[in-house]
């Protein structure tokens, strides 16, 4: 038996709700092999952020190197990476492994409100890890900070898009949601702008969104598909994990990864 394999390069969330908890979460149900490479652990829960213990660049970039070496990966998923230390890290050895199907969720800011990234590893990001990157996915305050403009509108997303996918080389997905558009996604690529429709789920418990729809298109990157199906596969799948209405914890919960399966063991 032959399985496709992503890897993710993010931190641990310890209520398993985001991170690389719900990375391989993603990753097993949309039916590749997922491996790890941590680069950092937190302190959370469903109410916020309360620690954060970085690896150190050394033990990082030891990890990405066990993986290719022995399981090379078809797709690469990279998450919250705090420092610029661990930015440069990720991709210099992603350059001298050619990873490739390279999807970069820029994560800055938790569900919750607490701050993710330093001020220095926004520029390394810019400079060093996102023009390796297949497809970024921010969503509209990363996506201000990427491209330096206002985002408020459609028109403002369609701008900022361009901006980045031409300042940065990679495609990017910039994620809508309710304040500008039901839960609309705007994909600038080589191609040009296309946009993916969604329908708003009135659910409040969405920790972890980002780190799921990025490891969803790089599930489906690795098994193939183009970034266009990619893109739309995984927002199906998000969709569902979000109507499954899971409710746990005090504050923004998690989804339900495994909705809509049939596990005849459990």
């Not at 066990?66 to 990720?90: C, H, N, Q, T």
């Not at 080589?190 to 409040?204: M, V």
């Not at 598909?225 to 499954?244: D, I, N, Q």
Request: charged share 20%.
């Amino acid at each position: 038996m032959k399985l496709k394999t992503a890897l993710t390069i993010a931190g641990s969330d310890s209520s398993g709700g985001a991170g690389i908890q719900a990375d391989l979460k993603t990753m097993t149900v949309n039916g590749v092999f997922g491996m790890s490479a941590i680069t950092a652990l937190t302190a959370q829960n469903t109410l916020g952020v309360t620690a954060i213990q970085e690896v150190t660049p050394e033990f990082l970039a030891q990890q990405i190197d066990v993986v290719f070496e022995d399981i090379r990966p078809d797709a690469v998923k990279i998450g919250m990476v705090s420092s610029a230390a661990l930015v440069e890290v990720i991709a210099q050895r992603l350059r001298f492994w050619k990873a490739e199907n390279i999807v970069v969720d820029p994560v800055m800011v938790a569900t919750s409100g607490s701050a993710l990234i330093e001020t220095d590893a926004v520029t390394a990001l810019k400079e060093q890890l996102l023009p390796l990157a297949t497809v970024a996915t921010p969503n509209i305050p990363e996506a201000e900070v990427l491209s330096g403009q206002k985002i408020g509108s459609e028109a403002e997303m369609l701008a900022a898009a361009e901006t980045i996918h031409q300042a940065l080389g990679c495609a990017v997905l910039l994620k809508g949601g309710h304040a500008i558009n039901d839960a609309n996604d705007l994909l600038w690529s080589a191609a040009g702008p296309k946009w993916f429709y969604g329908k708003r789920i009135d659910n409040p418990n969405t920790h972890g969104t980002g780190c799921t729809l990025s490891s969803a298109i790089a599930s489906n990157l690795a098994k193939g598909y183009t970034l266009e199906e990619s893109v739309a596969r995984a927002k199906e799948y998000l969709s569902g994990a979000l109507a499954a209405m899971l409710d746990l914890g005090h504050g923004r919960g998690p989804m339900c990864h495994l909705f809509d399966r049939e596990i005849p063991w459990v």
